[in-house]
C-alpha cells in the first residue's frame, strides 16, 4: 500500500525558511497531481499549492512569490520551498498525492501525516 511520509518542518523565526519534502512508496504505478495542504488550529484546511505530473503549479494568493512547490517524479517526492515565513503562515501542512497503484485501475487520494511549520519569535 501506498505511504506518503513528510520531514522538514519545525520552527523557524518570521522571515525565515524552511523546506518540506514528502515521499511517497509502496506499490505505485503513477503519480497524478501532488499538493501541499495546512491547517491552522480553528481553520479549515486549505490548499497552498500543487503541481501536476507534467510541472504545472498552481498557489494560494497568501503564498504566491514566497513558497515554490516542486518534484522529482524519479523519486516519487515533491518539495515545499517555504521563505520569507510569517507568523500566519504557521499550521499543520499535509502532502496529498493522487496515485494509481500497480493492482489498482483508478487513481485515488493520499494524505501525509502533517508536519508542523510553526513561525513565532
Known amino acids: 500500500q501506498v505511504q506518503l511520509v513528510e520531514s522538514g518542518g519545525g520552527l523557524v523565526q518570521p522571515g525565515g525558511s524552511l523546506r518540506l519534502s514528502c515521499v511517497a512508496s509502496?506499490?505505485?504505478?503513477?503519480?497524478?497531481?501532488m499538493a501541499w495542504y495546512r491547517q491552522a488550529p480553528g481553520k479549515q484546511r486549505e490548499l497552498v499549492a500543487r503541481?501536476?505530473?507534467?510541472?504545472?503549479?498552481n498557489y494560494a494568493d497568501s503564498v504566491k512569490g514566497r513558497f515554490t512547490i516542486s518534484r522529482d517524479n524519479a523519486k516519487n517526492t515533491v518539495y515545499l520551498q517555504m521563505n520569507s515565513l510569517k507568523p500566519e503562515d504557521t499550521a499543520v501542512y499535509y502532502c496529498?498525492?493522487?496515485?494509481?497503484?500497480?493492482?489498482?485501475?483508478?487513481?485515488?487520494?493520499?494524505w501525509g501525516q502533517g508536519t508542523q511549520v510553526t513561525v513565532s519569535s
Open positions: 509502496g506499490s505505485i504505478f503513477n503519480i497524478n497531481t
Open positions: 496529498y498525492a493522487v496515485i494509481r497503484t500497480n493492482s489498482g485501475l483508478n487513481y485515488g487520494g493520499y
Open positions: 503541481i501536476t505530473s507534467d510541472g504545472s503549479t
